[in-house]
């Protein structure tokens, strides 16, 4: 099969609109036959959801579908998924993984979520001691792993477990699929700051993954965790946004309706946030331009770098801005949501989860790490963990 | 899924093949003609500017004429192009009046839409590299402010503007009066230019004092104003490119440096706290990238949106070349404070560039009624 351009997609997703009206169609349904024609990720291959097409068309499809009112897959609900299980499962899974797990993860039958990081391994994630250990044509699970977002709604998860603690930390990782409704798996909320408890605790206790369910080789985790983790990164900075579009949003709205709230050096801080927030949009808009012409630059990683500094400060100047306001807080209850809504709270809400903007997917000191070294070229910091076997390092 | 019609709208932020070439024949003849030595020698001597290396610059590649139309003698390319021109220039802190001619006079002079006569005429010289104009403003003036205007006497120009980049340099003084817009020959009875001590020796300015100078008009008030207002527009809005590759240069060099440099038998720049600062300029580099394309690319395609992409740029970049150039000075430890190392020259041309066509500070306020987010 040739590559599909534009003119080939719209004509699919003509078709696919034809034989499944959206408004006489079951929403799953729809969605099941838009993946099985390939127009879920045009650019995975065919037969999983796409049709081998350059990811820069993926804009045609949706074009096409939101002008016929068609549903779509939920993706903030299902993003763990979508944004780093399925590249992981397609560059590192077996055919019967990728045919198992991608089209009820697309379609959003199953929620993903992501077993990595633990109470004793958050930045230095490869320190991680969670253990599975190989019995027959499984392996048994022993560990706790914490800050996991959706897993009181997750049917499947990526895990990363220590199968070799005789060799340094980075070469005895395995990756896996783990089944949350296995026995052995206990999930407990983890209320936070917020006063919510968006992640969670997951005690895992004896747990039997089959060796079906392992991706890529034994000892190589940490290698398959990278493609995970850099998916991870892409997908936290680069949203689409509008002028005004992120967090300065609200601030500067509050700012225009109430003028006895403006004092002038909270306007010299917001207009210098404002410039900032709309430079940080314009910086995403040329990292996607550089995705389309092919030149994929670095600037993912530091994209989010900008975003988790500039959501803190947006959101602490509108507490301030809100004076006596912002004393007070919306609600203290202790909540499980299913997503993290930052425009619809308040203030204060936003102003504390913004806190967690620099620590979750990568803190920002280990970003800047990852630039100064990938790509700046600065020398690495000598380290004393590299060739010492995981169970004689200090903890 | 969001709607997908932003790419297609969005303003190009990336650069062109065309733009990579015209970069890559300017990068080579400042590496001939304008290393830090160079530079260095030339800004102690009388005559700051290498008229050969304007000559080659300005004729030689053509970049001088980038924004006048092929049929006024110029390439008829445009802000992208003149922008890139700016970056390479910016890097190797050239001493050339290209912000002040090529762009500032140059773009006042288009706006006056003339198809022939002198005003024709002399964007054809400017072009070519031929003459050398600067608006006679203060380099410090905002574009809104349109600066402070000399008088007219009985056809002759009257009056003293201070502070006027490249002014020794220039062959021709765009006046703006209240009575219109004027051209002065700066070897004229009456003209007299008078060299100031500059903190940017590779921009000199001096101030010009105009005695019933002879002058040719070239606009009347209105006409003089909305062109004035163009040409520093686009100064303003082109500048956030000369302090893009201003910037770029204090990291590469600070990045080079700080790999080399052992202290404490290791490299220095392996040192956490030295790398976050280097990845947080890096990150400001690359979106003051994003701001200067948009600025650029605004100018060029004559975007309704023009006025806040430049000072957006402005009040963005001007802090980015700043903030690169200490950071150069700090990070190369004691070499940086010397004035053989040119650092120096970077950290002279950033802090007044953050100056010139309105600080940071001015842009803000701009913005902040462009969208309406007023003061108290």
Redesign the interface.
Known sequence: MTTPDAAELRRRTQDLLAAHPPAATDRTDFLRARFDAGLAWVHYPAGLGGLDAPRSLQPVVEAELAAAGAPDNDPRRIGIGLGMAAPTILGYGTDEQKQRFLRPLWVGEEVWCQLFSEPGAGSDLAALGTRAVRDGEDWVVDGQKVWTSSAHLARWAILIARTDPDQPKHRGISYFICDMTDPGVEVRPLRQITGEAEFNEVFLTGVRIPDSRRLGPVGEGWKVAQTTLMNERVSIGGARIAREGGMIGPVARTWRERPELRTHDLHQRLLTLWVEAEVARLTGTRLRQQLVAGQPGPEGSGMKLAFARLNQEISGLEVELLGQEGLLYSDWTMRRPELVDFTGRDAGYRYLRSKGNSIEGGTSEVLLNIVAERVLGLPVEPRNDKDVAWKDLAR | ???????TQ?????YSEAEDDLRAAVRSLLADRCDAPTVLARIESDTPYDPQLWKALAAGIGTAGLLVPEKLGGQGAGHREAAVVLEELGRSVAPAPYLTSAVVATETLLALAAQDGPVAELLGDLATGRRIAVLAVPFSAPAPDAAQPAGVVAGAVEGTVTGVADAATADVLLVPTTDGLYAVETGSAGVTVEPLVPLDLTRPLANVNLAKAAATRLADGASAVSAVRRGLLAGAGLLASEQLGLAEWC?TET?RY??ERHQFN??V????SL??R???L??EV??????A??AADALATGSPDTPLAVA?AQ??CSKVAVHAAEECIQLHGGIGMTWEHPAHLYLKRAKADSIAYGTAGHH?EA??EL??????
Do not use: C
């Open positions: 899924m969001t709607a997908p019609t932003e790419e969005a303003p190009d932020l990336l990291l990045v700080t790999r290791r490299p720049g392996s040192f956490q790398k976050h280097m990845a947080q890096w990150l690359v979106s003051a990238r994003a701001a394309r948009n957006v009040a963005y803000r913005i902040a969208v309406e987010l007023p003061a108290p």
